[in-house]
């Protein structure tokens, strides 16, 4: 999340200027470049008298009023103008607008608390939030911002996205387009902070810690080893997390351990429920291997069709990563995409969006949804998401370890593993490195998943090869029938595509290192998520699990268009570990993991019986 925004901050920022020639016959250096933009920054006044510090880029020579793209962020603005104009924006600075950036209250040069809380009370006059900051701005903006034509646009990935989406809340007249990219509306559902209920580990200590640590930077969380798998497990609980190294300084990571369950401290944040009518046009976007932010784009677009005479709301997404559309696009990870969709996407998709509904020229959009296909790499326009013409098929797992799509006779035996909280299931091959520095973080959800593939706390299913392409297009899930010999317990579940074995000629003399990542029996995840034992019957009220006792687990595995090619095979994994990006369960019911003790973690034998089996919405 972070780091996307750091790269776009910095495209803004000025080169140093050259430094001066030490030797006399050295010629002198060329006149600095003059930029493209030019640069102002302001204090924007909010109705309770805090000023936000905002910059704002008009292109220069520009002729005629433009309308504003305006971004607001808690990652830092730029502060001086571009050299050049940054390549994701080109196609956007030709059609003319007046950029603006904002650091959101409490962040960089804002006054203010930033309090990372995405509440939205549009019923309480007296109430300021993010959504009233983006209304107060703006209104400021179509006042005092000479030569432009009233209309604003909002846009950003990750939390500059968020804070597009939350404007849509109590839209000002003037906003007349938003595009909410990998935004989110709930920190316990999905995205940043939880799946289902389980707390992201790595993502509270490097992203909320980094936030919340000083108003004016984005500090690195001080782990002590080059493995932060190594550095968290030796840390232990989540208590000694908090204590040992949050210390009461980053309130948000503290609350989230306080706060276990799915109770009012999250609920009255979500501020997604507060939208009514849609009447602002809105290009959602997310990434299928957005491994940070998934979900809550496809939940804004969700609620905003349920009342959408107008047609104003539309939902794209594609094969990307968080954020990746907003660059170069041509591999996710390992995986070849065979051409740059990122540049497809902003050309052709997100300039049209914005020059429609800010400029008034070209055409209004004719999809609902507008999805690049993984698998494919084909382009697909829907009139509905998701699409009609589906058909709901169970892909069972077997205890011979195949995947069939006939059901197993009654009685068939279960498959069992025992699952050491000690030594957890890594999500990522070792060693991990932490979240923003390196790439690493970006791709990991698109990763062969041969690294464990034979711990024997996994169990994996896999089918025969496929006769014939098989296209799952909507939402998919898991149905386990399943027990743990504990008291509670976690199950990940991973739907995974097998390439063959002949995917592509591996060159002999290819650089060290390359034989192991080579395409041949790659196994791509293409859904992956957890769930979380003591939140089965109730996400408010957790309870015990009975040892032994075989449970049904619905593992929702999110909206998907995949096409998985004829000669590929089809695998499932599970496991009862995902670390770091998953705390560890005790395995023994406590009130409250994020409180709980060293000797509460307990190994616990965990059983995959029949019925267990993945509901995939084939296109016929």
Request: aromatic share 10%; net charge neutral; with cysteine.
């Amino acid at each position: 999340m972070r780091k996307l925004a750091i790269l776009l901050a910095a495209t803004t920022a000025l080169l140093p200027l050259s430094l001066t020639a030490a030797r006399p016959q050295t010629p002198p250096p060329a006149p600095a470049q003059q930029s493209p933009f030019i640069f102002e920054k302001v204090m924007v006044p909010m109705r309770d008298g805090a000023k936000m510090e905002t910059v704002i880029l008009r292109p220069r020579g520009a002729t005629g009023p433009l309308p504003i793209l305006f971004q607001r962020t808690p990652y830092g603005i730029p502060q001086a103008a571009p050299p050049t104009i940054p390549g994701s924006w080109k196609s956007l600075v030709d059609d003319g607008y007046v950029f603006v950036f904002q650091s959101m209250r409490g962040r960089f040069g804002s006054d203010g608390v930033f309090t990372l809380s995405t509440a939205a009370h549009p019923t309480n006059p007296k109430a300021v939030d993010e959504a009233t900051d983006a209304y107060d701005s703006i209104d400021w903006l179509v006042k005092h911002v000479p030569d432009t034509n009233g209309k604003v646009g909002m846009w950003g990935v990750s939390y500059p996205g968020f804070a597009a989406a939350v404007a849509l809340v109590h839209p000002h007249h003037a906003l007349k387009a938003v595009s909410p990219q990998a935004a989110w509306i709930d920190y316990w559902q999905n995205d940043d902070l939880h799946r289902n209920g389980a707390l992201r580990l790595s993502y509270v200590a490097d992203w909320v810690y980094s936030l919340q640590q000083t108003k004016e930077s984005l500090e690195d969380f001080p782990y002590d080893s080059v493995d932060t798998y190594e550095s968290l497990l030796k840390i232990g609980t989540l208590e000694g997390l908090d204590k040992g190294y949050f210390k009461g300084k980053i309130p948000m990571a503290t609350a989230l351990l306080d706060h276990p369950n799915h109770e009012s401290f999250y609920t009255d944040q979500n501020w997604q429920k507060a939208l009514g009518k849609t009447t602002v046009p809105t290009l959602n976007v997310a990434g299928f291997w957005d491994q940070e932010d998934p979900w809550g784009s496809w939940q804004i677009y969700a609620k905003q069709q349920q009342n959408d005479p107008d047609h104003l709301s539309v939902m794209v997404a594609g094969p990307w990563a968080h954020g990746t559309w907003q660059g170069k696009m041509d591999m996710l990870g390992h995986i070849p995409l065979g051409r740059d969709t990122g540049a497809e996407f902003r050309e052709q998709i997100q300039t049209p969006f914005f020059r429609y509904w800010l400029h008034g020229t070209g055409a209004k959009p004719d999809y609902h949804a507008r999805i690049l296909q993984s698998g494919s790499n084909v382009w697909k326009s829907y009139a509905n998401w998701p699409p009609k013409g589906t058909t709901a098929t169970s892909l069972y797992l077997r205890a011979d370890g195949s995947l069939s799509f006939e059901a197993p006779p009654a009685g068939e035996a279960c498959r069992d593993y025992v699952s050491d909280p000690a030594n957890p299931v890594p999500n990522r091959e070792r060693p991990i490195s932490p979240t923003y520095p390196r790439p690493e973080w970006r791709w990991w959800e698109s990763a062969d998943q041969r690294f464990v593939d034979h711990r024997p706390d996994v169990l994996s299913y896999t089918s025969a090869p496929l006769p014939a392409d098989l296209t799952v297009t909507g939402a998919l899930a898991a149905q386990l029938q399943a027990s743990t010999s504990g008291t509670d317990s976690d199950f990940v579940v991973k739907l995974i595509d097998v390439l063959p074995e002949d995917y592509a000629k591996f060159e002999g003399n290819a650089p060290l290192g390359a034989y192991p990542r080579q395409l041949n029996g790659y196994q791509w995840p293409i859904a992956m998520d957890v769930r979380r034992g003591r939140f089965l019957a109730s996400d408010t009220k957790p309870q015990e699990l009975v040892p032994g006792k075989v449970t049904t687990w619905d593992v929702p595995l999110r909206d998907h268009d995949h096409v998985f090619q004829k000669g590929h095979r089809i695998m499932v994994q599970i496991q009862s570990s995902w670390f770091p990006v998953i705390d560890r369960n005790p395995q023994s019911f406590v009130p409250n993991i994020g409180r709980a003790k060293p000797g509460d973690f307990v190994k616990a034998t965990q059983k995959v019986c029949a019925g267990s089996k993945i509901e995939l919405p084939v296109m016929r």
